[in-house]
């Protein structure tokens, strides 16, 4: 009798891999697989049938998930080591893939191109074949995923879902928004995003759409520059990540950290930032309280001219939310919108952002 896999087992795996394969992605991990095997799944990434790509995440799974499995027999009635992979796939894979907007075939590749009985072995090809250099190129990983224990698989699995990430990151990605966006529905949103690893991305995107807010809310009159994450001050000469300016001048430094501060990153900051400019006004906005010295340290300056303060970021955003008003709260979700969907900003930031959407407005996610 074929084997079979239970869809919230095989949902479960991938719920613990893709957020680590997301973290390769965004830290530029080095890859950790033979050349062949590299070459070969950068074929299935180039072949425009999706569909050998994608039906080898369902092989990936019943590896790891039931060795006695022949993962090169996808279908039930190849015999006793055989599994559905139409129903791993449907079950699982498809709906997983799409929550976080990867893309993917509409259906199951084993009702597209690999309908008819395909076997995952040399002479195993479909009957209408549509890329016979993708399909060899998944004879190929199938037959070395085959030969690995559940742990090297799962680290194949990993490289795999890591190239379905940079695949998102070609696509189009469609911004959800609360047509009226109220306060509590605003702070389940940020609450909900500062959880999310981004590598500062989103407090950043937070912050700065928050002084476009109040500059635009209340016509001040402010320039707000935002030079983006992994910018070095230094080389680009700005004096924070965000620099507000008013008929010229720079008014307000910003930096935006979830690191600890210290008191000598304060020190340094001062010295490389605030004295050299002149500035009057510099704000640390963060997500983790800062040490003791780090405060005192920034009292000491306050006598020679110079004010350094620290706010803690999700309060911060959520009073002044609170006191805009209706209209400019929906501002503040548009001006988010529009900074989600700049260039350079990575998609898993932009999933991220539909689905704490989804948890502020209460949206199951599939399968609950």
């Not at 080898?56 to 022949?70: H, K, P």
């Not at 009635?77 to 990867?102: H, T, Y």
């Not at 998944?138 to 190239?163: P, S």
């Not at 539909?354 to 996610?365: F, L, Q, S, T, Y």
Request: glycine share 8%; aromatic share 6%.
């Amino acid at each position: 009798m074929a084997h079979q896999i239970k869809p919230k087992d095989a949902t479960a795996l991938l719920s613990e891999v893709f957020p680590l394969a997301e973290d390769d992605n965004r830290d530029g991990v080095a890859l950790s697989q033979p050349k062949a095997v590299i070459t070969a799944t950068e074929r299935l990434f180039s072949s425009r049938t999706q569909a050998y790509r994608q039906a080898l995440v369902g092989c990936a799974v019943a590896r790891i998930l039931d060795q006695a499995i022949d993962i090169r027999l996808p279908a039930t009635e190849d015999g006793d080591a055989s599994f559905s992979g139409r129903s791993l796939d449907e079950g699982a894979v498809i709906p997983f893939l799409r929550d976080r907007a990867v893309p993917i075939t509409a259906s199951s590749p084993y009702l597209s191109s690999l309908r008819g009985g395909a076997k995952f072995i040399k002479g195993g090809e479909p009957r209408i074949q549509g890329d016979k250099g993708g399909f060899d190129a998944l004879v190929a990983v199938v037959g070395y995923l085959r030969k690995l224990d559940a742990d090297a698989a799962k680290t194949y699995l990993r490289y795999l879902l890591r190239c379905f990430i940079q695949l998102r990151e070609t696509g189009n990605i469609t911004l959800k928004k609360i047509a009226k966006p109220n306060l509590e529905q605003l702070r389940s949103l940020v609450d909900g995003l500062l959880t999310v690893r981004s590598g500062g991305r989103i407090p950043a995107l937070l912050a700065t759409a928050l002084f476009q807010t109040i500059n635009e809310c209340h016509a001040l009159g402010w320039v707000v520059d935002f030079q983006g994450i992994n910018v070095a001050d230094k080389s680009s000469g700005a004096v924070g990540d965000i620099t507000i300016s008013k008929d010229g001048p720079v008014i307000l430094g910003v930096e935006v950290t979830e690191r600890p501060i210290s008191q000598a990153r304060v020190a340094l900051t001062f010295n490389e930032k605030v004295s050299p400019s002149g500035l009057t006004d510099y704000l640390f906005i963060t997500t983790a309280k800062p040490e003791d010295d780090a405060l005192a340290a920034a009292r000491s300056y306050t006598g020679v001219g110079h004010e350094m303060n620290f706010v803690p970021l999700a309060p911060w955003l959520i009073h002044n939310l609170a006191t805009v008003g209706p209209k400019c709260r929906a501002l503040f979700q548009a001006k988010m919108i529009d900074l989600l969907g700049s260039q350079g900003v990575p998609a898993e930031v932009r999933v991220a952002w539909n689905d704490k959407m989804d948890e502020a407005i209460g949206v199951p996610k599939s399968g609950n």
